[in-house]
């Protein structure tokens, strides 16, 4: 089925550890976005991507890293995880005006 | 950026009564708008947009929302729920020339029997 896939649904990590959320789209779209989920905070923008090769910061980007290298694949990267990253990150997908496609999400947690 | 506020964090309502979850936004320029929801457990679906046109939009499980630019609200209405209408609630704009979504904190909607 047509849609976004986000890998992996859950983990644990240690602080400190880094590791790579996965998010793959087939729908062709050229925008891309990740963001976390925090209970009473809805959602916030951490990176974003209008297209292969362009990256941007949302609003909450630091301790992330993103690339585009092909229009399906926006991975996030957490290069050395705390506490405080702990979350439920969706990725994203659209064209502009047709509302997001969002993916199941991953259940992030780091002790 | 785009401010988005929902004005109710959480709401009970009895089944087979009405609810009404409200939504405002803070640009002047051309929007839009977006109702999603979320089942627990589950990621966001959209529910219901506004783009352009008429201002009152429909879903097909039977919820409508309103887009009334003087007030700058998005607010979202059902006549009758269901049991199955309990999941959370996202008001979220866009600016026309933007791709950049920006999203409430959520109202969470619970139905009782």
């Known amino acids: 089925n047509a849609g976004v896939t986000q890998t992996p649904k859950f983990q644990v990590l240690k602080t400190g550890q880094s590791m790579t959320l996965q998010c793959a789209q087939d729908?062709?779209?050229?925008?891309m976005s990740w963001y976390r989920q925090d209970p009473g905070m809805g959602l916030r923008l951490i990176h974003y991507?209008?297209?292969?090769?362009?990256?941007d910061q949302g609003e909450v980007p630091n301790g992330y890293n993103v690339s585009r290298s092909t229009t399906e694949d926006f991975p996030l990267r957490l290069l050395s995880a705390a506490p405080s990253q702990t979350s439920v990150y969706f990725c994203?997908?659209?064209?502009?005006?047709?509302?997001?496609?969002f993916g199941s999400g991953t259940r992030l947690t780091v002790v | 950026a785009q401010s988005v506020t929902q004005l109710d964090s959480q709401v009970p309502v009895f089944e087979e009564a009405p609810v009404e979850l409200r939504c405002n936004y803070s640009?002047?320029?051309?929007?839009?708008l977006f109702w999603y929801v979320q089942y627990p457990n589950q990621g966001l679906q959209l529910l219901l947009k506004y783009l352009s046109g008429s201002t009152l939009v429909e879903s097909i499980n039977g919820f409508e929302a309103e887009f009334n630019k003087s007030q700058t609200s998005f607010h979202l209405r059902k006549p009758s729920v269901h049991i199955s209408d309990t999941a959370e609630y996202f008001c979220?704009?866009?600016?026309?020339?933007?791709?950049?979504?920006?999203f409430g904190a959520g109202t969470t909607v619970t139905v009782r029997a």
């Open positions: 729908m062709n779209h050229e925008y």
């Open positions: 991507s209008v297209g292969a090769g362009i990256t």
């Open positions: 994203a997908s659209s064209f502009p005006g047709y509302g997001y496609t």
């Open positions: 979220a704009v866009s600016d026309k020339n933007d791709y950049k979504l920006s």
């Open positions: 640009s002047s320029v051309s929007v839009y």
